[in-house]
């Protein structure tokens, strides 16, 4: 019987890409003819078309860099975006590296991580800059890695991170190994851990005050060990504009995918770091003090007999925002404010490996309606961790960027993975889009 690990082929495979990354000053850029993408919509999709934004086309422009992973970036007052990064190379302004693996393993101890369940060693997380208003012609460069122990899991990683008012919160979240027999065979599967919670800088990712918080103890109290469905797992920042100028009341808000224990159908890979069954909205005012005590965090807990949503400070009384029972995974939003419009990017990573889905919603409001945009089937064809940074949205709204990392496991069991659109590759990708009505 074979044991297969999920993530020890993604971190090989990052380390192969970035291993033969070269230092690039400038993006790497193309053009190819502009198309729509057609949408095709699964049959049991709970969300109604929407009539205001029916689809996107693809402009035909790219962007990016062959460097690292985990790219969120937030936008901030002095006009740069500020992100995290992972799995990977990313160079430094003085033609160095930084290298980065948020595995609780080491590439130099191949074949020992999966046993070695009380090695404590680091999982190294980076930090970046990316400079510029014209996607075709950043300048993006590290700003150093900082370690954090994973015990009792097996990986950290990078998730939700926000600039606001001078101060860089950057969120990291836990994955656990644990042996699970599928089809008669064994898999050491990477199930979605806790959010830990926030490290700090003041001085715009140059210096770091630690989390105060612990794999063992996280922000919310909830565990994934051995494959128990976590709410907040991976959580990220609604993107509200530079330094947050659209936030609707000052509040930071965070949307997160997770599951549940009342899954009547849960399939093998229910919650990963990129497939779940909900989505989850949470709030906070964001504070040195507050960002990572619980007690200052408001949870939506469903809508009242008018309508109006519902929060609570009891974490017990968590309600999810959305559900599409094994269709939803990682998930970011984005408010296109000339369109008065929130974006959402929903990944379904099918079995995390192979190819992946993403869909677009909008809605008036973060606990408005949702509807959907487009469904893109196979999109990347291994595209992950989609979002729509705010800085590149067109002055009229009909037009943005997306960015992604995408196709990290390019040959799964004999699967050969496309780019689609092209210039999808591991790495930060951009693609320029445009809304339809």
Known sequence: MKTHSILSLLFLLSAFFSTSAQTQLKPDTLSYKSFVWKSETPDDCPFQQ???????????????????DTWYPSWDADDNLYSPWTDGRCW?????????????????YPGNWMKDTEHTGPAVTGQAVIEGNDPMKLKVYSLGIQKGAAYP?????????????GVWYYGTYCLDLGNVNYGGTTYNWPWLGPFVGFRYSTDKGR?????????????FGESGLQGYPVKIGSPHFVDFGKNMQYSPDGKAYLVAHGADIFDSKPRFWNASWITGDQVYLIRVTPSIENM?????????????????????????????LLEWNNNMGCVTVSYNAPLKKYIMCVTDG????????TY????????????LVTYLKNFGEQAYFVNIPTKFISADGKSAWLLYSGNFAPDWNGLKILEKPQGSHYGLVL?????LK
């Not at 899991?153 to 008012?165: D, K, Q």
């Open 92 to 108: 430094r302004l003085d033609g160095s590296y930084d290298e980065s693996s948020s595995g609780e393993f080491s590439m130099n």
């Open 292 to 320: 990572n005590n619980a007690a200052a965090y408001e949870f939506f807990s469903g809508y009242d007999q008018k309508g109006s949503a519902i929060w609570t400070s009891d974490f017990s009384k968590i309600k999810s």
């Open 350 to 357: 099918g079995n995390t490996c192979s190819k992946m889905n």
């Open 50 to 68: 929407s009539k205001e934004l029916t689809g996107i086309r693809f402009s035909g422009l790219k962007s990016g860099f062959h460097f690292g």
């Open 431 to 435: 693609q320029k889009i445009e809304f």
């Open 360 to 371: 677009l919603l909008e809605s008036d409001s973060l606990t408005g309606k949702w509807k």
């Open 207 to 219: 210096s770091w005050t630690a989390c105060p918080l612990k794999p063992q103890k996280p922000l």
């Open 153 to 165: 899991y097996h990986g950290r990683y990078p998730c939700g991170s926000l600039v606001y008012n």
